[in-house]
T-cell receptor, first 112, second 114 residues
């Protein structure tokens, strides 16, 4: 079945440093890869997404890269700030499956 | 526009009981998905509904069921509760227009099984 593996499970960085979270998906038919951020006690919210016909997408300090051959995609956060501290979830979806499969999450802590 | 609303916010039940959770999607959204969130396990897909039809379901036992009404509101039911069912249950709605939809999550129902 479909599976998304996410690493690391926890990540601690100094404010201003970069953070990278990596995910691997199993279903080669997956074509949509969103990232959700969940702050403590709040609901998950979409921060960026990428489709399978694109290799990279940026939005200010965050970027996502996709390697379809290796079935890897990654989230890059530059110039991290304390408000970036949260749990980040990657996900993958196959167009016809009507379900989004999430990774197990990465708890990011940005130390001031 | 009102967001996704889930009720109740908290529930405490005992083993063997059953529970029904409710989700009202954003107005105009016809797709509703349910997820179980537990520490360390991330978000586990339960099922997805669109226009009252279940289009996919995750790997959960038959004790977990759901339905969607004509106004797109959805309910999920868990029968014969087990301790391991304690979790945050999140629902999410989307427009469903082409496969790349953004999910809008509710605040969730925190279920505790004693």
């Amino acid at each position: 079945g479909e599976n998304v593996e996410q690493h690391p499970s926890t990540l601690s960085v100094q404010e201003g440093d970069s953070a990278v979270i990596k995910c691997t998906y199993s279903d080669s038919a997956s074509n949509y890869f969103p990232w959700y951020k969940q702050e403590l006690g709040k609901r998950p919210q979409l921060i960026i997404d990428i489709r399978s016909n694109v290799g990279e997408k940026k939005d200010q300090r965050i970027a996502v890269t996709l390697n379809k051959t290796a079935k890897h995609f990654s989230l890059h956060i530059t110039e991290t700030q304390p408000e970036d501290s949260a749990v980040y979830f990657c996900a993958a979806r196959t167009y016809s499956s009507y379900k989004l499969i999430f990774g197990s999450g990465t708890r990011l802590l940005v130390r001031p | 526009k009102a967001g996704v609303t889930q009720t109740p916010r908290y529930l405490i039940k005992t083993r063997g009981q059953q529970v029904t959770l409710s989700c009202s999607p954003i107005s105009g959204h016809r797709s509703v998905s349910w997820y179980q969130q537990t520490p360390g396990q991330g978000l586990q897909f339960l099922f997805e509904y669109f226009s009252e039809t279940q289009r996919n379901k995750g790997n959960f036992p038959g004790r977990f069921s759901g339905r969607q009404f004509s106004n797109s509101r959805s309910e999920m039911n868990v029968s014969t509760l087990e301790l391991g069912d304690s979790a945050l249950y999140l629902c999410a709605s989307s427009l469903e227009t082409g496969g790349y939809e953004k999910l809008f999550f509710g605040s969730g129902t925190q279920l505790s099984v004693l």
